[in-house]
């Protein structure tokens, strides 16, 4: 699961509705995970993701990681699988995470 992209319910702060936004798993627990938003609008993010990045799946448009903002969410919210990247752009994607958030 940590690597995976999949579409996930993103509730507005009210709860009062959702929509169905790409996001990366970096971490398991137990019944849920955290995971960085992605994005198309390449102001936003630094880290990009494209087709040759990923060992199975695939996504429509090049897309970038949103850091350090993170969230976590309970598996259920995770609605369709989409992709998984190598594991050296996970590694890297995890590192700088880590750095932004002045963890090492």
Request: charge should be positive.
């Amino acid at each position: 699961m940590v690597g995976d992209i999949y579409l996930a319910k993103i509730y507005f702060t009210d709860l009062s509705a959702h929509k169905l936004r790409p996001v990366l798993v970096i971490k398991e627990l137990d019944d849920d995970c955290m995971c960085l938003q992605l994005t198309t609008q390449a102001k936003i993010g630094r880290l990009t993701i494209g087709q040759q990045d990923l060992v199975k799946g695939g996504v429509k448009k090049d897309s970038f990681v949103i850091m350090p903002k993170n969230f976590t969410l309970h598996k259920s919210i995770l609605v369709k699988y989409l992709a998984t990247l190598k594991p050296e752009l996970t590694g890297k994607i995890t590192r700088e995470f880590c750095l932004a958030m002045n963890c090492i």
